[in-house]
């Protein structure tokens, strides 16, 4: 399978990559890009099926978060990017950073886990993403959109920030059916991350909406207090998607975090 280097980078100095969620593209990134750039070299990286690194008709039934893992990795070494970084990872984006501790550990010096999670799911959870999977092929972009949006963002986004919602679902209609049926089976079979998060000790930022119905601010309260050297911003106003339903604290927790390293 080809692992095409679909990366871009803005400014100089250490790296900060930032790796999407699901079912998106780096575009979702376009709000944080400004503010990073002052603090380093962010590079975008779109992931294997999504953006510009859509696979078309040679995306494979299953896109796994080591597959993921390891196209990050080319986009680095496409970049010649030889340092250590900071890696920001939200929601799927996150399963992939653990995949990318556990393969290319030496490349990380800091992590920023944002609206992720460290467990496996459930089987009940991963039994919907393999149903979700095998229904989507045959659907199109708005039975994707009905199911996910919901689950996405606050109450109140949903009911009175139309404009939120509009550009989140822009992004999930870009996303090719095929990948997102192969990245939902990736995820299914995901290992449990707790254990190695416990083991980094490594500086790491976890950020979760006030209102996330998927990461869930408990889970995280739990896993980084037993993380050495890990905070956690809760996000006022926003569900999952805090980069944005709440642009400003979303990017100030970022910020904060990633300027005290530099």
Avoid at 147 to 166: E, F, G, H, I, N
Wanted: net charge negative.
């Amino acid at each position: 399978m080809p692992k095409a280097p679909a990366c871009v980078a803005y400014g100089v100095g250490r790296p900060i990559v930032l790796v999407h969620g699901f079912p998106f593209h780096s575009g979702m990134w376009s709000g944080q890009i400004a503010p990073l750039r002052a603090l380093g070299k962010v590079i975008l990286v779109d992931l294997l099926g999504f953006g510009a690194n859509a696979l078309g008709g040679a995306t494979p039934m299953k896109l796994t978060m080591d597959e993921q893992a390891d196209a990050v990795a080319a986009a680095l070494d496409h970049l010649k990017v030889r340092e250590p970084a900071t890696f920001v990872g939200f929601s799927m984006g996150g399963y992939v950073g653990w995949s990318f501790l556990r393969r290319h550990r030496q490349r990380v010096d800091s992590l920023v886990m944002c609206n992720t999670r460290a467990l496996a799911d459930t089987p009940e959870a991963a039994r919907a993403r393999l149903d979700m999977a095998d229904i989507v092929e045959g659907r199109s972009h708005a039975f994707v959109i009905d199911t996910l949006l919901p689950k996405l963002v606050a109450p109140r986004t949903l009911d009175s920030r139309p404009d939120v919602c509009a550009q989140i679902t822009d992004l999930i209609e870009e996303a090719p059916l095929a990948a997102i049926a192969a990245a939902q089976r990736g995820m299914a079979e995901r290992p449990d991350s707790t254990q190695l998060a416990g083991e980094l000790g490594m500086p790491t930022l976890a950020i979760v909406g006030e209102h996330d119905v998927i990461s869930k601010r408990d889970e995280l309260e739990a896993l980084t207090a037993r993380m050495r050297d890990a905070t956690l911003a809760v996000i006022p106003d926003a569900g999952h998607m805090t980069v944005f339903e709440n642009v400003e604290a979303t990017n100030r927790a970022l910020c904060d975090f990633i300027g005290e390293l530099r």
